[in-house]
């Protein structure tokens, strides 16, 4: 979940403990005003200076939608 007020929040891949750093700079780039608890979505992570972080943030259908075309 991103929090507006911090401007970052955390997401966590399906299956692994570990945090995905997620500034709300790049949810705006990919359309997204915030996210929800829980919502399923297609993130491309890179390693960032203090651990991993989204680079891209997709909604789920638009993968699902990519990859039929």
Known sequence: MVYKAKGFGFANEFGIADDIFIHVEILRRFGFADLQPGEALAVRIVDGPRGKMAAEVRAWDYV???NLD
């Open 64 to 66: 699902q939608h990519e």
